[in-house]
């Protein structure tokens, strides 16, 4: 008795604990239900690769995918759409801007060292001038809402900035560190203005190119340029304390007066990897739910109608027990969306038939359990022998339906994609904690119904059950 009262505390804790996680953590919806962004990317061929081959497109499609994994979007559709293009779906996503920057960019990421050019030095100097006097502008156009004049002070800027960029390429020279030598990228703050930086980890060889470039520069007064896409995002100075041995470690930080929206898109973009050839976003959209709310209406019809008839049936047939069972797949129910809550699964239109292919899982095993006690109480065993020995007799059907339930949803989820997964991924929750509901919830629940006299009848277990073996 105290170990049924024990279980039952446990039970109830479980309970409280999944609704309040229900209530924090609402269900994210998959891009059938809720809609998100769906953008269309396009591999551009390069002189070193004039054609885009399969081989091309599958490596721009892994690291597309990798990047998408950093936006921490849950069952995302990416995949090749005919000889040079990838759709990428993402639920959820509002912001499509952010997104098309984290695909979009090549990410191809050097570091360079500054060459000793006075005459570049100085044409940088005022071109640097010239823009900021744009940018100022610029404000001040917006500001007073001079929008005809707009057009060509952002056209003036462009090109001026072009004239920047061209001048810094001119000024650095390559030292054949780059990207490759990366290991990881993270995200820092130092400070308390709201300006972000990125970690970097280099790999050995990485580690050792960096220390020698900063050797070379460290007290010469000439900079260290990181440059994103040829283009300079940051440009550190080294101090002559590290002339002799160069800033080793394997480490280093970029600044860049980075937001902490663009500090995030960068070290994600860095911990992709970069894509092996330049891409365009060629369609960017939001889209609504592909489903339209008239059959999302339906389909939850559908489900709650299936259910209500089977917690009918349950109780119309098995009487008691029925009941018991109905209470236990509530309480199945619950934490089994409170387990998607808490792992992050997206719930698409399959993931959600998947999670009542589970309820019936669940009831599948209640309906072996009744049974195999109400065999027992046919056989003239006690009401308390007949419970024991039904779940006892019962358990290892269960276990192998749920077993090979598991591998099929194992087999789904290896080798299928997309919205086959979240299908998998939401069967197998489901049936990992009906298995602990039928053995446990319902098994304490009957256990403690027995201990009660009014409801510790036969018949409430067995109707029409004969006068000679009803004894208890």
């Avoid at 001038?129 to 500001?143: A, D, F, P, S, V």
């Amino acid at each position: 008795m105290r170990r049924q009262q024990s279980l039952l505390i446990l039970i109830l804790i479980l309970l409280v604990s999944a609704i309040v996680i229900l209530v924090q953590l609402p269900l994210r919806l998959g891009l059938d239900l809720e809609g998100g962004s769906q953008l269309t990317i396009e591999a551009q061929p390069t002189e070193e690769i004039p054609v885009i081959s399969d081989r091309d497109l599958e490596a721009v499609l892994l690291v597309v995918r990798n990047r998408v994994d950093g936006l921490g979007v849950s069952e995302p559709l990416v995949q090749t759409v005919g000889e040079n293009r990838i759709s990428v779906q993402l639920p959820g996503v509002s912001d499509p801007a952010q997104a098309e920057r984290v695909l979009g960019g090549t990410a191809q990421l050097e570091f360079r060292e500054q060459v000793n050019n006075p005459e570049v030095q100085a044409q940088l100097q005022v071109r640097q001038e010239e823009l900021l006097e744009l940018l100022q502008e610029q404000e001040r156009l917006i500001g007073e809402g001079r929008e005809a004049e707009l057009a060509a002070t952002e056209q003036a800027i462009a090109a001026k900035e072009e004239q920047v960029q061209e001048l810094n390429e001119q000024l650095y020279e390559s030292v054949g560190l780059t990207g490759k030598n990366l290991e990881d990228a993270n995200v820092t703050s130092t400070r308390i203005d709201g300006v972000w930086s990125v970690i970097i980890d280099f790999d050995r060889e990485g580690g050792e190119k960096f220390a020698e470039l900063t050797r070379n520069i460290a007290g010469t007064g000439r900079r260290l340029g990181i440059f994103l896409d040829d283009e300079l995002i940051s440009a550190p100075g080294v101090g002559a304390e590290y002339a002799e041995t160069g800033i080793s470690g394997g480490g280093a930080r970029i600044d860049g007066q980075f937001s902490l929206e663009d500090a995030n898109t960068l070290a994600t973009q860095l911990r992709a990897g970069a894509l092996p050839v330049p891409v365009e976003i060629v369609e960017n959209r939001t889209v609504g739910a592909t489903l339209g709310q008239d059959s999302i209406r339906r389909s939850i019809y559908a489900g709650v109608g299936g259910l209500i008839l089977v917690l009918i049936f349950m109780v119309v047939y098995y009487r008691l027990p029925g009941a018991i069972a109905n209470l236990s797949l509530t309480i199945y129910a619950i934490l089994t969306l409170a387990c998607y809550a808490l792992l992050g699964v997206t719930l698409t239109l399959p993931g959600i038939a998947g999670f009542i292919l589970s309820i019936g899982m669940a009831v599948d095993a209640n309906v072996l359990i009744f049974e195999r006690t109400r065999e027992e109480l046919r056989s003239g065993k006690t009401l308390y022998r007949s419970v024991e020995s039904g779940f006892y007799r019962a358990f290892s059907s269960i276990l192998d339906s749920n077993v090979t339930t598991l591998i099929a949803c194992l087999a789904l989820f290896w080798f299928g994609a997309g919205l086959v997964k979240g299908f998998a991924v939401t069967l197998a929750i489901g049936v990992g904690v009906s298995m602990f509901t039928a053995i446990t919830c319902s098994r304490s629940l009957m256990f403690y119904v027995l201990t009660l006299p009014d409801l510790k009848k036969p018949e409430f277990f067995c109707p029409n059950l004969q006068p000679p073996l009803a004894k208890s």
